[in-house]
């Protein structure tokens, strides 16, 4: 039976890599994001439809809501990024930290608070919002997945403890969600090439030290974690909740 999907900033990257996924074995997916065009020109490679949505925005959800089936099998929270990168803040790649912490200056605390809860917005927020108004349209049975980051366990600032707030705000959920046989699980990936995710601000030294810490010795790809989106999906994974799933090329090992 075809499935209903749906998946948040599907238009470019690791997104448009799950919903190519979904598409591809036949299941009728539908891909927001906020830039109408490169998310329409996405979608109609794949055969996906399209409905502009900020998901950080709750009167945008409640729009997206009458474009959507009644019922959704699968819910992908893929929509995010780190907010630094379109500000000055960007200190995990291009270490400035230190030099940072060492100024006397009044810390300008507004435009501090402006810019870490831009990063909850867009990555937790975000994720927790399109889910409530979600909730009763889930199908038994379903799936909701989000991504998550290797930021969660490393650092990374505010967007890191965003991402680590998804694995903890997850936990409920699945508890919630388990009751009609419902999963909710992260998928948390290290460093992923091919998206748009570092903007410009990726050093080929910092690109070869990431890469280096894989066991693997390459960055991963969108198809890497669209596939362990795809299994969390799946009937196999059925008694699978509460998780997350790393896809770091053994670069953060777990045990
Ligand atoms: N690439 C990596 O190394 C990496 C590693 C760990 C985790 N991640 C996570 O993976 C996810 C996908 O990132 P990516 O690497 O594929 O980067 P990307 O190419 O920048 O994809 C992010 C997508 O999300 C959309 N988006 C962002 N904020 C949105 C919002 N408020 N409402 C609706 N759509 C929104 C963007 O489209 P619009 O700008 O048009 O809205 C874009 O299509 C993110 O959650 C990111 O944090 C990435």
């Known amino acids: ?17 799950i919903a190519r996924h979904f598409a591809e074995q036949g299941e009728a997916v539908v891909v927001t994001g906020r830039r109408a065009g490169p998310l329409k020109e996405a979608a109609d490679r794949i055969g996906a439809r399209t409905v502009v949505c900020d998901h950080t925005d709750p009167e945008a959800l409640t729009r997206l809501l009458a474009e959507l089936p009644g019922s959704v099998d699968v819910l992908v929270n893929n929509a995010g990024g780190n907010t630094d990168f379109d500000t000055d803040t960007a200190s995990d790649v291009t270490s400035d930290a230190a030099s940072d912490a060492a100024s006397d ?92 995710f570092f903007r410009d601000r990726l050093t080929d030294e910092r690109r070869t030290q990431l890469v280096t810490e894989t066991a693997v010795d390459r960055p991963g790809s969108p198809e890497d974690v669209a596939g362990a989106v795809a299994f969390l999906a799946s009937p196999a994974a059925r008694h699978i909740t509460g998780q997350v799933l790393h896809v770091n090329g053994g670069a953060l090992p777990t045990r």
Do not use: C, Q
């Not at 998946?7 to 890599?17: E, F, Q, R």
């Open 105 to 196: 200056a009044a810390p300008d605390l507004a435009s501090y608070a402006h810019d870490f809860r831009a990063n909850l917005d867009a990555n937790l927020v975000s994720a927790a919002l399109t889910t409530k108004a979600l909730e009763g349209r889930l199908a038994e049975g379903g799936a909701v997945v989000h991504i998550g980051s290797i930021a969660a366990a490393r650092g990374g600032g505010s967007y890191g403890a965003a991402k680590a707030g998804l694995s903890t705000w997850n936990i409920d959920l699945a508890r919630t969600l388990g009751a009609r046989g419902i999963t909710a699980n992260v998928v948390a990936p290290g460093y992923i090439a091919d998206t748009e």
């Open 1 to 17: 039976m075809t499935r209903n999907v749906l998946v948040t900033g599907g238009g470019t990257g690791i997104g448009y890599a």
